[in-house]
């Protein structure tokens, strides 16, 4: 990966609006090294040319969903499938792009992003377990599910109708993004790289769990940096001191036990 990549997922995340589909190609960055600027670069005009697909002059949620659903999900072919959970390139948006296939959250990213160009009322929105796009209002618009090639959810799922339709915001959805590839990576121990790269990012992000900190520093560890997990450790436990004591004796615990590992 380019080193400046990195500085350039930082400080999109941290801008004013942070720009949905740029971060999640700055991530993709980490998983592929091929994807340079012009590659990038090919990404967003593939979801600028899609948007050009689109009508003009469509009003309402119910007449965006069904065009971006027919353009997507019907002559484009963007769908999923129960084997793209278990490809990284699921969860890589120029690859999504180029497959057509991927998880529910990059599918709707392209859902968004290709809606957002045209000028559509999109937002995105987090169930447990799935990730689907609404168009119009939150509280009352169409909903569809876009692993599904754009099916409406109608009433929807039991969560739908239980939850409060909150649109998901940009840094939460790449947050969500990156938990999904370190969970991918988490049951195959020969990519625990990746799983270091997704935490590394995480951490960019300008809001992000205190607890992805003691993570890192425990898959570290693992991969055998005794030193510097141990040191990452003792730097959460100073950190969690402050609410829960018994927490920071243990994790000091853990500290110790890797630094011994390095006699």
């Known amino acids: ?29 980490e998983a592929d090294p091929e994807l340079d600027e012009r590659a990038m670069d090919w990404a967003e005009i593939e979801l600028d040319r899609l948007a050009g697909l689109l009508p003009y002059g469509l009003r309402g949620a119910r007449a965006w969903a ?28 120029h690859e999504v792009l180029r497959r057509r296939r991927g998880l529910p959250i990059l599918l709707s990213v392209v859902w968004l992003e290709v809606a957002r160009r045209a000028g559509a009322p999109v937002y995105g929105l987090g169930l447990p377990g799935h ?27 039991a969560e739908l109708a239980a939850s409060p339709r909150t649109p998901a915001r940009t840094l939460d959805i790449v947050l969500r993004i990156l938990n999904n590839i370190r969970v991918w990576a988490s ?39 005794f030193q510097e997990g141990a040191s990452e450790l003792e730097a959460y436990a100073e950190v969690m001191d402050a609410v829960d004591t018994e927490a920071a004796a243990r994790i000091r615990g853990e500290a110790l036990s890797a630094r011994a590992l390095l006699n």
Do not use: K, Q
């Open 1 to 29: 990966m380019n080193p400046g990549t990195r500085e350039l997922f930082a400080a999109e995340a941290r801008s004013e609006r942070p720009d949905l589909a740029r971060l999640c190609l700055l991530l993709a960055a």
């Open 66 to 93: 069904s065009a971006v659903t027919e353009l997507l999900g019907g002559r484009m072919g963007f769908h999923g499938t129960p084997a793209d959970y278990d490809r990284l390139s699921s969860s890589l948006l």
């Open 131 to 157: 990730f689907v796009v609404g168009f119009g209002d939150p509280e009352e618009g169409v909903v569809v599910d876009p692993f599904a090639g754009g099916a409406s959810l109608g009433a929807g799922p």
């Open 187 to 225: 049951s195959r121990p020969e990519h625990s790289a990746v799983a270091l790269w997704s935490l590394d990012l995480a951490l960019l992000l300008p809001s992000h769990p205190a607890a992805l900190r003691y993570e890192r520093a425990r898959l570290l560890v693992e991969r055998g940096s």
